[in-house]
């Protein structure tokens, strides 16, 4: 059964740091793109970063450039983003999902990220 | 940036009738263009990827049809567990974007 599980999020102050993790199993992992997408309380939902199968190249929204930065380790079939210098609007609940036929196939259940003081 | 626009934001409809739901790309995607199911408390699940195929495990009521612009979403006849918020995503270009969703509520 191909399974992600996200961790890391919590309650930061704003402009602190985090590093979410997302755990893979079930599926070659190294074989595919990984997403993170987002969605703030009560919105809809937005897609933050993508990263090649290698982990060579990342691609972001252009509200986190500079501030987050995507990677993997595909000995440990994981994705991170840490997230710095956060703010008030980067509080939503994180999940990662697999790139499978151009599309988000599975997501995580996520993880919440509170950014306040 | 793509824009998708998706119409209306809010469906209200009752069990066993038919739900078309329209997303709009403000510049082609082909048929790169993705569906998906959220209820409360739920992550998002796909429904339909590349315009009209149905993901693993999705039921035969759900089917997606278009190309280029105009994309629907259709549900043949509403199940009690389809009332949730209905998103489209394109893949077509980065940064890759979601349709603002459609509410079905019961009516």
């Known amino acids: 059964e191909v399974q992600l599980v996200e961790s890391g999020g919590g309650l930061v102050q704003p402009g602190g740091s985090l590093r979410l993790s997302c755990a893979a199993s079930?599926?070659?992992?190294?074989?595919?793109?990984m997403s993170w997408v987002r969605q703030a309380p009560g919105k809809g939902l937005e897609w933050v970063a993508d990263?090649?199968?290698?982990?060579?190249?990342?691609v972001y929204v252009d509200s986190v450039k500079g501030r987050f930065t995507i990677s993997r380790d595909n000995a440990k079939n994981s994705v991170y983003l840490q997230m710095n210098s956060l703010r008030a609007e980067d509080t939503a609940v994180y999940y990662c999902?697999?790139?499978?036929?151009?599309?988000?196939?599975?997501w995580g259940q996520g993880t919440l990220v509170t950014v306040s003081s | 940036e793509i824009v998708l626009t998706q119409s209306p934001a809010t469906l209200s409809l009752s069990p066993g009738e038919r739900a078309t739901l329209s997303c709009r790309a403000s510049?082609?995607?082909?048929?790169?263009l993705a569906w998906f199911q959220q209820r409360p408390g739920q992550a998002p699940r796909l429904l339909i990827y590349?315009?009209?195929n149905r993901a693993t495990g999705i039921p035969a009521r759900f089917s997606g049809s278009g190309s280029g612009t105009d994309f629907t979403l259709t549900i043949s006849s509403l199940e009690p567990e389809d009332f949730a918020v209905y998103y489209c995503q394109q893949r077509n270009d980065w940064p890759l974007t979601f349709g603002g969703g459609t509410k079905v509520e019961i009516k």
């Open positions: 590349l315009a009209s």
């Open positions: 510049q082609s995607v082909g048929t790169y």
């Open positions: 079930g599926f070659t992992f190294s074989n595919h793109w």
């Open positions: 999902a697999r790139d499978e036929f151009r599309a988000a196939y599975p």
């Open positions: 990263i090649k199968p290698d982990g060579t190249e990342g």
